[in-house]
């Protein structure tokens, strides 16, 4: 490639140079291409361990001039013929054009120019491209990755970095290559290469150690073998990465999310050094979900940049220091000291922004002012102006209904302020009270006046008077007043230790729906999205689908002794939320069906919030604070269940041990989990850790799991088996209890299956959050974070082999390969699938997997996939004659025609090939030259990009045998275009075979045979349709197509057909070029898919009636002479071949698929190309 300009001091250092004339030189990388001897090994090594770069180009195009002893570097290639390309284009173009120059000064400036010129086109042609994101050397990194691993284009490299890769006991030094979608080594060390290739998908286990072994390493570890990398110079850093990049692997195994780069990240001002712009995409992808989950923000928010400062505390009276985040809707502020202080406001509360006066004591300060009148100071502001100028930028496309056509900042006044001309937000319009409008809401399925739309359900069906609250109730409530008035009310709320501490304290039920709201965030989707949920609601109600279906079916159930829930309106409500939710048109992530667990927390959502609230709250839980917990795999859940098992192996060793044997704990976290506790404990003292709960995060979940096991360590100990552990668990939950509650318990049908003979002492739910906070507060978020990602590798691959074995017993029954084999097709096939989501392919990941089918019909291949694969594993090796047999057999096992074919597809026709017996396997070579496997032959000879190759010889000896066919047979007829496709398909499984010679002259007899019938059957036919002489008759031979002239055969006849034979043999050898066909012509063509002709199970020759013929239905070659008349049937063509005794043979032979697989799976994914031309091709061009 054409590279800018550079200086080079010494020219013949390490290389040498190849051609020369007066002004450029043409070198070669000493060791590179033959020979080289030691100083070659020598050079190599070099290469590989001090230079990143040096190997990427071995050839190099040097100018230079007679007066300078400076040389410039002008470009470089990866083999002799791309650099002998650049070679010849230089003397073709400039050569003649510099030679009359005559100032040396004056050559450089010009071919300098030039060249640049020629890189600047390149880059403008190719738009979609941002070449100046990423440095130079990067760039050859990234072409040394796609040269030495075989990667195409579309594989992105994301850094690389030197260490050693340890084969053995052995360290091998190299460069590692972290790629988008692999895991790549390489190292060269005194003539021996290691090449290492790992997908991020099929990595298991992902850890940073150190051992005696292996000082300060990363295991990399996979189904198969473990790789150990050690001796790099940010070890933190590249691991850091590394778990992010198996992140999205895992990502895209769970749902289909292929990675895509965030167009709306921040772009820094200059281009850092060897850094990609990807990896930048991918550190401020980082530093974004760092910052939603600390502030509980959308996955929409970006963060923009952040910066220190102080703020001014009110309520402690003293400046807290800190961090200031602003993103695209939000200013947010973190106490550098943990619970000291944390602050949200949105942008869309903000009213004033104002640059106070700077001193000594409040240097650079910041005021911001929102609609409730509160105030908030910034000062030790680093870049003030620029900072208060983002803020600007961002408030200016706010959207915000109660600005109205007033721009939200005014002019800067000469205080140097931004006032937002800030009208009261005017009240939401009441619904009209008109007749008409009542009538309206009516018929919605939801609207303001209903009740649950107004207050929770609880309110609705309270007990007691409100009024009549117990002392505690009541002294809680005060103390939240008095927190509201000293730290503010709403989302603009400073958050503190002391707000810590009334959480933990309980919140009041009056204030619970709107303090969870507050905390979860969920308050700040709601005021973005006004009425989205009343529309949803209308979308989704009516429609029927296997969520609502679950839905209606779990309804009941969900609560059933709470009085909320025993009427229509509770059961209504809760069926509109969960509806809304799981609607294909939901702005978030629905489940894939409805859940248990996730109708009983939303009930619960619903008895202290209206349903919009409620809806609003679901989304929360399930997007960013419980993950993937409500799927059909519950995969969130199991791995929260793996970190469980970490935390009590970490905490509680000896009890670890002794659950372990009895499998409790993955029993029990999986319920304690999915639900918050809400199945398992009283409703009073549950709802307390719900609220624990979302202000904490799933922290608390774990330090209260943990406290459980604690407290019942001794009898836990002294079980024998699970059921008796089991009891001892669910006896102690059902008697936490909540004793300032001064509501009689709810009824809790679980307590009645573990109450004993003897009460169980209560345990106070306060005094057990207590307990896990004094006992396991140490837990850390970010910690948790970390063993989560960990627990995820391993669950999802847990998950992909529970899939596989599910896949290979359902296949046991349907084909005749064994459970070894199915694990090892099963692999490659969906190895084939996972590298076309990679690399792109003509329909999208999602098309080709759907979670929500079988596990057999979850991974599909298009026609690309399906011939590598086919030509790789089938036993029958036809040569360049593959890809149309490949596309014929695609087509015929494509049942559903959309272009795919699944695995139960791709099993059943590799099956019938290797173990159906020869009426099996003769049958399905039938019907691979019938309509929908056999389709226009020009159509795909002409868009088959791989042209099959017969030698001369192959030619001659495929027109000997039909000549003696004809030469054979008494009466010359015209052969079908299916029959003549049949035997070349023959011919071509024939000629890799020992017995070639006797399998011709088999194939050429049955073929004379299967002639004779047919002309039998021709005549036949035509006595049969001269005894029935009806206008039909006639007025069909009229419109017979392409009919001979005559109506009765003349004389000439047997001539006229033993050139159609020919002249049609001819236009079966590939050599001759196809007639090009219409774009309609090829598309009507392609699109022809297969009806239902292969069975699920395996090839029965039932499938081909008697009277099914071989026999061209459609379309003709042109200028060929189609006789309807002249067919043969399955019974005709299987009789036939029994004849033979070689052609017994060979399709009775059991052929063993182990060696196909083996050689398939040593192939790597991904080919190493040949990064040099022959010398003969070098010789070419030079002459």
Not at 1009 to 1035: A, C, D, M
């Amino acid at each position: 490639m054409w590279i800018h300009p550079e200086e080079v001091l010494l020219a013949g250092a390490l290389w040498v140079s190849e051609r020369a004339n007066p002004f450029f030189v043409l070198q070669r990388r000493r060791g590179h291409g033959r020979g080289g001897g030691l100083s070659g090994l020598l050079v190599g090594t070099l290469d590989v361990v001090l230079d990143s770069s040096a190997r990427v180009a071995p050839y190099r195009i040097l100018l230079q001039t007679a007066d300078s002893q400076i040389y410039w570097n002008i470009a470089c290639g990866s083999s002799r013929k791309e650099i002998t390309e650049h070679w010849d284009w230089l003397e073709a173009n400039l050569l003649q054009t510099i030679s009359i120059f005559d100032n040396d000064e004056d050559i450089t400036t010009f071919v300098k120019g030039k060249i640049s010129g020629i890189i600047a086109e390149e880059n403008r042609l190719k738009p979609g491209e941002e070449h100046e994101e990423d440095s130079g050397k990067f760039r050859e990194a990234e072409l040394k990755m796609r040269k030495l691993f075989g990667m195409p284009e579309e594989e992105k490299l994301v850094n690389y970095y030197s260490c050693s890769y340890w084969k053995g006991r052995v360290p091998r030094q190299g460069w590692l290559y972290l790629s988008v979608n692999h895991l790549c080594f390489y190292s060269f060390l005194l003539g021996k290469e290691v090449t290492l290739v790992v997908p991020w998908t099929e990595v298991t286990r992902l850890e940073k150690n150190a051992t005696l072994l292996f000082p300060e390493s990363v295991r990399v570890s996979t189904r198969d073998t473990e790789h150990f990398f050690s001796m790099f110079l940010n070890i933190n850093d590249t691991f850091k990465l590394m778990e992010q990049l198996a992140n999205i692997a895992m990502r895209q195994l769970l749902d289909n999310e292929a990675f895509a780069a965030d167009l709306s990240l921040p772009k820094p001002s200059k281009t850092l050094k060897n850094v990609s712009a990807l990896k930048r995409d991918l550190d401020a992808r980082a530093k974004n979900e760092r910052y939603r989950a600390m502030f509980r923000l959308t996955q929409e928010e970006r963060l923009d940049g952040h910066t220190d400062c102080t703020l001014w505390t009110p309520f402690a009276k003293m400046h807290v220091v800190g961090q200031l985040f602003i993103s695209n809707n939000y200013i947010c502020f973190s106490s550098k000291e943990e619970d000291l202080c944390q602050l949200i406001i949105p942008l869309r509360e903000v009213s004033i922004v104002e640059k106070a006066d700077s001193s000594s004591v409040l240097p650079c300060p910041v005021s911001i002012s929102t609609k409730n009148k509160m105030n908030f100071l910034f000062a030790n502001l680093k870049d003030r102006d620029f900072l208060v100028q983002r803020i600007s930028d961002f408030l200016q496309r706010t959207p915000d209904s109660s600005w109205g056509d007033t721009n939200p900042l005014s002019q800067i006044s000469h205080s140097s302020s931004w006032f937002c001309s800030c009208p009261q937000a005017s009240s939401s319009v009441p619904p009209s009270s008109s007749p008409g409008s009542e009538s309206v809401q009516k018929a919605r399925h939801y609207h303001p006046g209903l009740p649950t739309a107004i207050q929770g359900l609880l309110q609705l069906y309270h007990r007691d008077d409100p009024e009549d609250l117990g002392p505690k109730a009541k002294m809680k409530e005060e103390s939240w007043n008095i927190h509201f008035l000293e730290f503010g009310r709403g989302v603009c709320m400073y958050r503190t230790s002391r707000t810590r501490e009334l959480v933990l304290n309980g919140i009041p039920e009056r204030l619970r729906g709107e303090l969870w709201l507050l905390f979860s965030g969920a308050q700040n989707e709601m005021a973005t999205h006004p009425g989205y949920y009343g529309e949803l609601v209308e979308q989704a109600m009516g429609l029927c689908s296997l969520a609502t279906e679950e839905i209606e079916r779990d309804l009941h159930r969900s609560m059933p002794e709470h009085r909320a829930f025993q009427n229509e309106m509770g059961i209504a409500a809760l069926r509109r939320v969960l509806t809304a939710y799981a609607h294909p048109g939901c702005l978030k992530q629905p489940p894939d069906t409805a859940d248990d667990a996730m109708n009983i927390v939303t009930s619960v959502l619903l008895l202290y919030c209206t349903e919009e609230e409620a809806f609003w709250l679901l989304v929360a839980l399930c997007e960013r604070m419980l993950p993937d917990y409500y799927n059909t795999r519950v995969v969130g859940a199991l791995v929260d269940q793996g970190v469980f098992e970490e935390l009590t192996r970490s905490f509680l060793p000896l009890l670890y041990e002794h659950m372990q044997e009895l499998g409790v704990i993955s029993t029990i976290s999986l319920s304690w989990f999915l639900t918050l506790f809400l199945s398992v404990m009283p409703f009073d003292s549950a709802v307390l850790l719900v609220d624990c709960f979302f202000y904490e995060g799933i922290k608390v979940i774990f330090q209260v799991a943990l406290a459980v096991l604690h407290d019942n360590m001794d009898a836990l100990l002294s079980c024998s088996d699970e059921g008796e552990a089991m009891t001892i668990l669910g006896r102690y939950l059902d008697n936490v209890v909540n004793k300032q509650t001064v509501a009689p318990p709810i009824p809790h049908p679980h307590a009645q299956l573990t109450s004993g003979d003897e009460p169980s002492p209560e345990i106070d739910v306060f005094d057990l959050i207590k307990s896990s906070y004094e006992k396991f507060g140490s837990l850390r978020s970010d910690v948790i974070e970390q063993m989560r990602f960990k627990q995820r590798l391993k669950v999802i691959q847990s998950l992909e082999d529970t899939a596989k074995r599910s896949v290979v017993r359902a296949m046991m029954t349907e084909s005749a390969f064994s459970i070894e084999e199915l694990e090892e097709l099963y692999c490659l096939f969906k190895s084939k699938h996972m590298t076309s989501c990679y690399w792109g392919s003509s329909s999208s990941a999602a098309e080709r997997h759907d979670p929500s089918l079988p596990y057999l019909e979850q991974y599909r291949i298009d026609p690309l996939q399906f011939r590598q694969l086919f030509v790789s594993l089938a036993p029958w090796v036809c040569g360049g004659h593959n890809p149309t047999l490949s596309a014929r057999l695609f087509r015929l096992l494509d049942q559903n025609q959309d272009g795919l074919v699944n695995f139960k597809e791709f099993i059943t026709g590799l099956s019938g090939m290797y173990h159906g017996d020869m009426t099996e396997k003769l049958k399905l070579l039938y019907k691979l030259h019938l309509p929908p496997g056999n389709t226009s032959w020009w159509g795909e000879e002409a868009t088959n990009k791989h042209t099959s190759k017969i030698s001369c010889t192959a030619v001659c000896l495929l027109l000997y045998i039909f000549i003696y066919i004809c030469v054979c047979v008494c009466v010359c007829l015209c052969v079908q275009e299916q029959f003549i496709e049949l035997c070349k398909t023959l011919y071509n499984m024939f000629s890799e075979e020992a017995l070639e010679q006797q399998l011709y002259h088999a194939i050429a007899t049955v073929a004379s045979l299967l002639l004779r019938i047919g002309e039998v059957g021709k005549k036949f036919n035509n006595g049969t349709k001269k005894r029935e002489t009806t206008p039909q008759t006639s007025l069909s031979a009229q419109t017979l197509p392409h009919s001979p002239q005559g109506e009765e055969e003349g004389p000439g006849h047997g001539a006229s057909g033993e050139s159609e034979v020919c002249r049609a043999l001819a236009d079966a050898q590939l050599e001759v070029v196809a007639p090009q066909m219409s774009d309609e012509e090829t598309k009507d063509d392609a699109s022809v898919s297969s009806y239902s002709v292969v069975s699920a199970g395996s090839l029965q020759c039932e499938d081909i009636a008697e009277d099914t013929v071989l026999i061209r239905g459609g379309e003709q070659r042109q200028g060929s002479v189609l006789d309807t008349d002249w067919s043969i049937t399955f019974e005709q063509v299987l009789a036939s071949m029994l004849t033979e005794p070689p052609l017994v043979d060979y399709f009775e032979r059991k052929r063993d698929i182990q060696a196909k697989m083996a050689a398939c799976k040593a192939q790597r994914a991904v080919e190493r190309q040949i990064s040099s031309a022959s010398d003969h091709e070098l010789t070419r061009h030079s002459t």
